[in-house]
Structures are given as structure tokens and as C-alpha cells.
């Protein structure tokens, strides 16, 4: 019987183990597929360098101006592969996620938004975009007055998987927006 245990707990560490390497080597790998991409490039470009999912949900104020979203420079990138790294096996190690990396949960998290407001009429008169990273959405944009955010966050947080819902939308297209945008060009 003791033996069983022993053995039982072996399996256990060696599995916990090679799930940790899978992990590392998931996210390590997405960062170094970023390094690979940036090489050649202008290290002062702002782009979506780890590929979160970025994406319009509405469109109708036209003067609304768009978030900046997982966009950032080369330096910016780099600095936050480790900070990624760490967060996102942390939900794995802590058994709050089933996957090894918490960003693996932002394609089909993002998919389910598309899936859940195409075509509704809630966002009617809006112009929003969606971020999704690391199991958390950002909602930034431009609604009317009376567009019920509370809602919309209340929306977003049922849908399975997400962590955390942040809103973050503007009633005056023209008044400086509460979210980060893209830095002007030289």
C-alpha cells in the first residue's frame, strides 16, 4: 500500500512537471516567435506583436477613435515576455485553468464574443473594440449616453472562460477617450 502511494506520487510530480514544461515551452515559444517576427523591423513600429485577439464589435460613430489595444513597440514587447510568461502559467499552477497558459483561452473567448453580439441590436449606435488577453476582455469605444455599460460588462463576463471585464467607453467621440490610443506619427 505504501508503495502504491509513493508511486502514485512520483506519476503525480512527473506529470505536474511535464505540464509546467509544456507550458513554459508554449509561451516561450509564442514570444519567440515575436522576436523572430521584429528582427528586421523598425524598432519604433507599434503592432499587435503577440497576436491577442484585437477586433471591431461595432462601427457606427465614425469619428470615434481606436484604442491602441494589445498593440505595442518592439522595446515594449520584449520587456513583457517574462511579465507574460508569468501570468499566464500562473492561472494554471494556481488550478484556476484547465490549459497551461491562461492565453490559450483568448481565441475561443474571443470567438464567442463575435458569436454572442453579431448583428445585436444593443450596439446599435456604438463604435467598440474588443482586446482579449490572458482570459480578460477590454471593451473600449464610443456609445451614446445612454448605452448601458454595466450591461455590456455583465454580457461579456458570462461568456465561459473570462476572468475579468473591463469597459472603458467614451459618449463624446471629440472629448479625449478613457483608453489608451495609437501614438501620432513622426
Known amino acids: 500500500m505504501r508503495e502504491h502511494r509513493t508511486i502514485r506520487r512520483r506519476?503525480?510530480?512527473?506529470?505536474?512537471a511535464s505540464a509546467i514544461g509544456v507550458a513554459i515551452f508554449v509561451t516561450f515559444s509564442a514570444a519567440?516567435?515575436?522576436q523572430a517576427q521584429a528582427s528586421s523591423s523598425d524598432p519604433n513600429e507599434v503592432r499587435n506583436w503577440y497576436n491577442d485577439p484585437f477586433f471591431a464589435l461595432s462601427s457606427a460613430v465614425k469619428a470615434c477613435v481606436?484604442?491602441?489595444?494589445?498593440?505595442?513597440?518592439?522595446?515594449?514587447a520584449d520587456d513583457d515576455a517574462h511579465y507574460r510568461v508569468e501570468r499566464g502559467t500562473t492561472c494554471w499552477l494556481a488550478h484556476k485553468c484547465s490549459k497551461p497558459n491562461s492565453y490559450l483561452y483568448d481565441a475561443d473567448i474571443a470567438q464567442a464574443i463575435r458569436t454572442r453580439f453579431k448583428g445585436d441590436a444593443s450596439l446599435a449606435g456604438t463604435s467598440l473594440w474588443i482586446t482579449v488577453q490572458r482570459r480578460f476582455v477590454y471593451a473600449e469605444g464610443c456609445a451614446g449616453a445612454h448605452f448601458d455599460s454595466a450591461a455590456l460588462e455583465r454580457r461579456l463576463s458570462a461568456i465561459a472562460n473570462v476572468e475579468q471585464v473591463f469597459v472603458r467607453v467614451s459618449a463624446d467621440p471629440h472629448a479625449?477617450?478613457?483608453y489608451k490610443t495609437m501614438p501620432p506619427s513622426h
Open 11 to 16: 506519476a503525480a510530480r512527473a506529470c505536474s
Open 32 to 34: 519567440a516567435m515575436a
Open 66 to 76: 481606436q484604442p491602441l489595444g494589445p498593440r505595442m513597440t518592439k522595446a515594449e
Open 176 to 178: 479625449p477617450p478613457p
